[in-house]
């Protein structure tokens, strides 16, 4: 029903910013949760982000304060902007969809992946 794109990944030096973007195409949703995960080599898949359709944000420990979270319903495209990235931000960023309301940091209530996108940062 969804298809998720993603782009915007690179490699940075510490301090630096990136903007990961990610674009839907499919069916409309009224209710829905936009969220951001990324993982690391050997770790967990971590929660980074998320929004929902009525506007509500939330964020990991490790990026609140750094990493800022929003969308265009027009373009059906949510949008990470990075700031202020340290060497621990290093990992494949994936973008999901879920197409009503489930727990925002449950990578498992999410229907809907990108492919993944590499941010890397040097120190």
């Known amino acids: 029903q969804v298809q998720l794109v993603e782009s915007g990944g690179g490699l940075v030096q510490a301090g630096d910013s990136l903007r990961l973007s990610c674009a839907a195409s499919g069916r409309a949703f009224s209710t829905y949760t936009w969220g951001w995960f990324r993982q690391a080599p050997g770790k967990e898949r971590e929660f980074v982000a998320s929004?929902?359709?009525?506007?509500?944000?939330n964020y990991g420990d490790s990026v609140e304060g750094r990493f800022t979270i929003s969308s265009d319903n027009a373009k059906n495209t949510v949008y990470l902007q990075m700031n202020s990235l340290n060497p621990e931000d290093t990992a494949v960023y994936y973008c999901?969809?879920?197409?009503?309301?489930?727990?925002?940091?449950?990578?498992?209530?999410?229907?809907?992946w990108g492919q993944g996108t590499q941010v890397t940062v040097s120190s």
């Open positions: 999901a969809f879920m197409a009503g309301l489930g727990y925002w940091s449950r990578a498992s209530d999410y229907d809907y």
């Open positions: 929004r929902r359709s009525i506007g509500l944000t």
